[in-house]
Protein backbone atom coordinates (compact mmCIF):
# COMPACT_ATOMS: atom_id res chain seq x y z
CA UNK A 1 0.00 0.00 0.00
CA UNK A 2 1.25 3.14 -0.91
CA UNK A 3 0.87 5.83 2.10
CA UNK A 4 0.22 9.83 0.83
CA UNK A 5 1.83 12.19 3.30
CA UNK A 6 2.36 15.97 3.18
CA UNK A 7 5.28 17.46 4.16
CA UNK A 8 4.40 20.45 5.86
CA UNK A 9 7.87 22.12 5.84
CA UNK A 10 10.47 21.43 2.79
CA UNK A 11 13.11 19.80 5.93
CA UNK A 12 9.98 17.51 6.99
CA UNK A 13 11.17 13.64 6.90
CA UNK A 14 9.40 11.28 5.32
CA UNK A 15 9.40 8.16 7.66
CA UNK A 16 11.39 5.15 6.85
CA UNK A 17 11.59 1.80 7.72
CA UNK A 18 14.93 0.80 9.81
CA UNK A 19 14.87 -2.35 8.32
CA UNK A 20 13.40 -4.34 5.67
CA UNK A 21 11.49 -6.11 8.40
CA UNK A 22 10.93 -3.84 10.45
CA UNK A 23 6.84 -3.99 11.60
CA UNK A 24 7.08 -0.24 12.06
CA UNK A 25 8.09 2.83 10.28
CA UNK A 26 10.19 5.87 12.50
CA UNK A 27 8.76 9.09 12.92
CA UNK A 28 11.12 11.99 12.79
CA UNK A 29 11.03 15.23 15.07
CA UNK A 30 10.73 18.41 12.70
CA UNK A 31 11.96 20.48 15.80
CA UNK A 32 14.03 20.98 18.21
CA UNK A 33 12.91 21.39 21.61
CA UNK A 34 14.01 21.67 25.62
CA UNK A 35 11.71 19.35 27.48
CA UNK A 36 12.02 20.62 30.99
CA UNK A 37 11.84 17.62 33.88
CA UNK A 38 8.15 17.08 34.87
CA UNK A 39 7.06 18.86 31.15
CA UNK A 40 4.94 17.35 28.34
CA UNK A 41 5.15 18.95 24.76
CA UNK A 42 3.59 18.15 21.42
CA UNK A 43 6.44 17.75 18.92
CA UNK A 44 6.07 18.10 15.35
CA UNK A 45 6.86 15.94 12.19
CA UNK A 46 5.93 18.14 9.83
CA UNK A 47 3.77 15.63 8.29
CA UNK A 48 0.02 14.93 7.55
CA UNK A 49 -1.17 11.82 6.43
CA UNK A 50 -3.87 11.08 3.73
CA UNK A 51 -4.74 7.80 5.18
CA UNK A 52 -7.05 5.00 3.20
CA UNK A 53 -10.49 4.98 4.00
CA UNK A 54 -11.08 2.48 6.96
CA UNK A 55 -7.42 3.23 7.88
CA UNK A 56 -5.84 4.77 11.11
CA UNK A 57 -2.11 5.31 12.21
CA UNK A 58 -1.22 4.27 15.60
CA UNK A 59 1.73 6.20 17.08
CA UNK A 60 4.08 4.23 19.42
CA UNK A 61 7.97 4.51 21.36
CA UNK A 62 10.97 4.08 20.12
CA UNK A 63 12.27 0.95 22.34
CA UNK A 64 15.75 2.48 22.38
CA UNK A 65 14.59 6.08 23.65
CA UNK A 66 12.54 4.24 26.14
CA UNK A 67 15.74 2.19 27.85
CA UNK A 68 17.72 4.91 27.68
CA UNK A 69 16.55 8.12 28.28
CA UNK A 70 13.45 9.39 30.60
CA UNK A 71 11.32 10.40 28.12
CA UNK A 72 8.02 9.08 27.08
CA UNK A 73 5.28 8.96 25.57
CA UNK A 74 2.62 9.91 27.21
CA UNK A 75 -0.66 8.46 25.14
CA UNK A 76 0.68 5.39 23.92
CA UNK A 77 -0.24 4.67 21.75
CA UNK A 78 -1.43 7.80 20.24
CA UNK A 79 -4.24 7.24 17.25
CA UNK A 80 -4.40 9.53 13.84
CA UNK A 81 -8.15 9.08 12.65
CA UNK A 82 -7.94 9.07 9.02
CA UNK A 83 -10.33 11.95 8.82
CA UNK A 84 -7.45 13.87 10.22
CA UNK A 85 -5.59 16.28 7.99
CA UNK A 86 -3.39 18.37 10.46
CA UNK A 87 0.24 17.85 11.75
CA UNK A 88 1.00 14.69 13.49
CA UNK A 89 2.23 15.49 16.72
CA UNK A 90 3.96 13.63 19.42
CA UNK A 91 3.55 13.79 22.82
CA UNK A 92 6.32 13.33 24.93
CA UNK A 93 6.90 13.49 29.11
CA UNK A 94 10.33 14.41 30.89
CA UNK A 95 9.71 12.31 33.67
CA UNK A 96 13.20 12.96 35.25
CA UNK A 97 12.94 13.35 38.85
CA UNK A 98 16.04 11.75 40.31
CA UNK A 99 18.77 14.21 38.78
CA UNK A 100 16.18 16.74 37.48
CA UNK A 101 17.40 17.74 33.80
CA UNK A 102 16.39 18.79 30.78
CA UNK A 103 16.03 16.79 27.62
CA UNK A 104 16.68 18.54 24.12
CA UNK A 105 15.31 16.62 21.31
CA UNK A 106 17.15 17.39 18.04
CA UNK A 107 15.06 18.05 14.96
CA UNK A 108 15.69 15.03 12.54
CA UNK A 109 15.63 12.98 15.71
CA UNK A 110 13.86 9.91 15.20
CA UNK A 111 11.17 10.08 17.69
CA UNK A 112 8.54 7.45 17.45
CA UNK A 113 6.68 4.36 15.28
CA UNK A 114 4.26 4.42 13.07
CA UNK A 115 1.90 1.50 12.36
CA UNK A 116 -1.54 1.97 9.81
CA UNK A 117 -4.19 -0.05 10.63
CA UNK A 118 -6.73 -1.57 9.13
CA UNK A 119 -10.36 0.13 11.34
CA UNK A 120 -13.17 -2.30 11.21
CA UNK A 121 -16.77 -0.49 10.92
CA UNK A 122 -17.14 1.69 14.48
CA UNK A 123 -19.40 -0.80 17.21
CA UNK A 124 -22.97 0.43 17.79
CA UNK A 125 -23.63 0.83 21.69
CA UNK A 126 -26.91 -0.27 23.84
CA UNK A 127 -27.56 0.87 27.09
CA UNK A 128 -28.44 -2.49 29.71
CA UNK A 129 -29.84 -2.66 33.50
CA UNK A 130 -27.34 -5.72 34.07
CA UNK A 131 -23.69 -6.88 32.52
CA UNK A 132 -23.58 -10.84 32.28
CA UNK A 133 -22.38 -12.33 35.43
CA UNK A 134 -18.47 -13.40 35.37
CA UNK A 135 -16.66 -15.19 37.44
CA UNK A 136 -14.01 -11.93 37.74
CA UNK A 137 -16.96 -9.45 38.17
CA UNK A 138 -15.67 -6.18 39.09
CA UNK A 139 -12.23 -7.25 39.99
CA UNK A 140 -9.64 -5.82 37.93
CA UNK A 141 -6.64 -4.02 38.30
CA UNK A 142 -3.98 -7.29 39.34
CA UNK A 143 -6.61 -9.06 40.24
CA UNK A 144 -6.19 -11.91 38.35
CA UNK A 145 -2.10 -12.25 38.97
CA UNK A 146 0.45 -10.37 38.72
Known sequence: MKLKVKKLTSDAQLPTYGSKQAAAFDLYANE????LPGHTMAIGTGLAFDLPAT???????RSGLSLNTNIRISNA??????????????????IMTKFPNPYTISKGQRLAQGIVRFRKEQD???????????????NGFGSSGV
Open 77 to 94: PGIVDEDYKGEVKIIIDN
Open 55 to 61: HYLEIYP
Open 124 to 138: EFEEVEELTVTDRGI
Open 32 to 35: QVTI
